[in-house]
């Protein structure tokens, strides 16, 4: 008989949690540098609440009636944790063994069965730059994930340096959680199966520029620059013209260049869904927790297609898929037959797998400029001096004139300084992933 704490899992984690015992899933982490004066003992302070707070991250896996299902636990049962305080001032080179660090903390393995499934530090650099640093094991924690658990932080720290009772979190529970990932689920289970039955009737040719494909590697070769705000203004000029916005207008450039390297005539990019689509002010859309999906985007460049045309087909396409989010892509896998034994059928490329590249776009704005859908609203800030840019993710809101634009290509999650003089107040502001 199920135990009356245990919980399901959502549909995302209980796909992590296979693959993670078929071959270990590293963990995730994202760096917020804070430039300025800070009170790190208080920053500490409130990472530690918010991370208390967080439900999801304090479960522990357990195997009941042949499935995985997930056990909250109470404070006094979780593993001890604390945030780690790393000084770097007397390094030669700060930067790059913050970076160090940072890497040696992401290989390290996590204990499903163990915990803890996270970790935080703060990393300081010199007198007036800090690196918050926190990580989780995909399982628990999706990008969404991340920004709502910054936005927490921010708002514990600000009440903790005005002497101020701290707001009441608006998280729901982790039950909560579950509950409305499966009715979502279930609620849209056979028109979401035959929307994708009908884009993908079979499975298709992978379109490479090595072409061959191999399993993703634990390791890769990364090369990152910036976009001048000019440039992105630029770009989202001109996916303006096609109804889009220059995300959009990125997602095209890179099926536009695999086309003309590969010659295929398919290009499937795999596009992460937050799955909170149509929830706002609901738990899903306000509670830090692995909802994350990633759905294929199918693509038909010509040779005669315009990029205005392949813009449209861009942004009528992410429409489309987004109102079917749901069905997750281990499922698509399963309708595809792409697990099947050699010969019986199911050859093909997995039609969602991970890219092997990462174009990473943050714009970063005054929140009260930002609308963001799927997500809950990001709060005002106290004062322009007082914003910290935080994860790409944190909404999906288009830039506007006041906006400052970046463009971080990664593999990892991460994001460029932001100046911030002032310890007084620290607010999250808005971002614009790609």
Request: hydrophobic share 40%; with cysteine.
């Amino acid at each position: 008989m199920t135990a009356a704490r245990d919980l399901a899992l959502t549909g995302a984690q209980e796909g992590i949690w296979f693959a993670h015992h078929l071959d270990p899933i590293p963990t995730t982490g994202e760096r917020i540098d804070i430039t300025g004066p800070l009170a790190g003992d208080v920053l500490a302070a409130a990472i530690h609440d918010a991370v208390e707070e967080t439900e999801a991250l304090h479960v522990r896996f357990v195997v009941r009636d042949g499935a995985p299902r997930q056990v909250p636990l109470p404070p006094a049962e979780r593993p001890t944790w604390t945030v780690a305080r790393v000084d770097l001032r007397d390094e030669a080179d700060p930067e790059a063994a913050a970076a160090a660090w940072m890497e040696r903390a992401l290989a390290e393995p996590a204990d499903l069965d163990g915990g803890p499934l996270f970790a935080q530090a703060l990393l300081r650099l010199d007198e007036a730059h800090h690196v918050w640093f926190h990580r989780y094991h995909q399982v628990v924690m999706d990008a969404y994930g991340f920004s709502l658990i910054a936005r927490r932080v921010a708002t514990l720290y600000t009440a903790r340096l005005a002497a101020d009772a701290a707001p009441a979190s608006r998280a729901g529970t982790l039950a909560e959680l579950v509950a409305a990932d499966a009715e979502a689920r279930r609620s849209t289970a056979d028109d979401d199966r035959a929307f994708w039955a009908e884009r993908f009737p079979r499975a298709l040719a992978t379109a490479t520029l090595a072409g061959r494909t191999r399993r993703v590697s634990g390791t890769f070769l990364r090369r990152s620059g910036t976009l001048p705000a000019g440039v992105v203004a630029d770009m989202e000029i001109a996916a303006r013209a096609g109804s889009g916005h220059w995300p959009e207008l990125v997602l095209a450039a890179v099926a536009l260049y695999l086309h003309r390297r590969s010659d295929a005539p398919d290009i499937v990019l795999g596009v992460p869904m937050m799955g909170r689509l149509g929830r706002t002010g609901q738990p899903a859309a306000r509670t830090p927790g692995m909802l994350v999906n990633i759905v294929p985007l199918r693509l038909h460049p010509g040779p005669a297609t315009t990029v205005g045309e392949l813009l449209r087909e861009v942004v009528t396409e992410l429409a489309a898929v987004r109102a079917h989010q749901h069905h997750r892509f281990e499922d698509l896998r399963r309708d595809l037959r792409l697990d099947a034994p050699e010969g019986s059928g199911g050859t093909g490329p997995d039609p969602a797998a991970r890219p092997r590249w990462w174009v990473r776009g943050s714009t970063s704005c005054p929140p009260s400029r930002c609308a963001s859908a799927p997500g809950p609203r990001a709060p005002a800030a106290p004062s322009p001096a007082a914003r910290c840019t935080t994860s790409p993710s944190t909404c999906s809101a288009a830039p506007t004139a006041a906006c400052r634009s970046t463009s971080t290509p990664t593999r990892r999650r991460t994001t460029p300084p932001a100046s911030r003089p002032t310890a007084t107040a620290w607010t999250p502001s808005c971002a614009r992933s790609s």
